[in-house]
């Protein structure tokens, strides 16, 4: 098995099975362009129970070691930022704790990486944490589940077993629409909608306002930091988009259809609770007729057409 070690100039390995330290083979791998957390300057790394190696890089974020690519001799990252929830991208300090949530110390605050269902939480000062300077790699877990970190002010420690969930409840909306790089509103001679695009149930677009964006926004005022979304296009896509903390959802070249666009705020302080908001969007066929109208009459023509050639040779 491989160990992996952190430098200023990215990661090394060695084989952990020598038997004299003068027989330690190290396996560089700066040279390689275009992959930051095996040519960056490594901030923190670190083994969780697992054996995954988790590691943070200058200028790179957070990534994780999910395989070996051995045709290229580079181990793979899949990595983690403040799209994903993360407090900040520079992590300085990661620690496990004995529930198997990974924390993270950012230059701005605290983090969790939740194993179990691949979550994370962020806290700040508007959760109580104090305003202190954490150092680099002072991370340690107690036998309590205490977790301790070094500071320029002292030793901040606090127990993971009580961390709870802020159980406020808020609305998400859809607060803007973009059609063909223009505001939904400001379509006359015809309008697209008649109310704002907040109470808007219904989008009614021509074949050729296939290009749109959309923007919303959960009405949640204690911490918005701790927001992400997620959002799909159902009728157009299968698989959710997890945007982050990014409130624009933007699609391009949609085909006719009908479709239903639902965004879901999720907050990282209270996983139980979903906030969500959707809104039905549908696309004309070329000639403005609905899609399900033409299908109608394709139908309809291909057996007229079909009876009369039977007539004809009857």
């Known amino acids: 098995m491989a160990e992996y070690v952190g430098t200023m100039d990215g990661l090394m390995s060695f084989k952990n099975n020598f038997k004299r330290p003068q027989s330690i083979n190290f396996e560089t791998y700066h040279n390689k362009k275009g992959y930051p957390f095996i040519n960056g300057d490594v901030y923190t ?34 990595t983690y930022s403040r799209e994903d929830g993360l407090m900040n991208d520079v992590v300085i300090s990661i620690i496990e704790d004995n529930n198997n949530r990974l924390w993270f110390a950012t230059e701005s605050g605290l983090s969790y990486y939740n194993k179990k269902n691949g979550v994370i939480r962020s806290f700040d000062k508007y959760d109580g944490l104090p305003l202190v300077d954490i150092e ?18 002292g030793i901040l420690s606090f127990s993971s077993n009580n961390i709870g969930s802020d159980n406020t409840n808020y609305r998400t909306y859809i607060v803007r629409c973009d059609v063909n790089n223009k505001d939904i509103k400001n379509y006359v001679d015809p309008a697209i909608i008649t109310n704002s695009i907040t109470y808007t149930d219904k989008i009614v677009l021509n074949h050729n306002q296939d290009m749109f964006n959309i923007e919303f926004a959960a009405l949640n005022y204690s911490n918005i930091n701790r927001i992400t979304y997620k959002y799909i296009l159902e009728g157009y896509e299968e698989k959710w988009h ?30 139980d609770f979903k906030s969500e908001a959707l809104v039905d969007i549908e696309i004309l066929h070329h000639g403005g007729r609905p899609i399900g109208l033409m299908r109608y009459i394709s139908y309809y023509l291909c057996c007229y057409s079909i009876l009369q050639s039977a007539y004809q040779y009857s």
Request: hydrophobic share 35%; proline share 4%.
């Open 45 to 78: 790394i670190y083994k969780d129970d697992d054996n995954q190696i988790w590691a943070s890089v200058f200028g790179g974020g957070l990534g994780c070691m999910k395989s070996f690519d051995t045709k290229n001799n580079i181990p793979i990252f899949k």
């Open 242 to 271: 997890n945007n982050g903390r990014n409130r624009i959802a933007s699609y391009t070249n949609v085909p006719p259809g009908k479709y239903k666009f639902k965004v879901v705020a999720v907050d990282g302080s209270n996983l």
């Open 136 to 153: 680099d790699n002072t991370a340690i877990v107690t036998l309590d589940n205490e977790i301790w970190l070094g500071t320029r002010e």
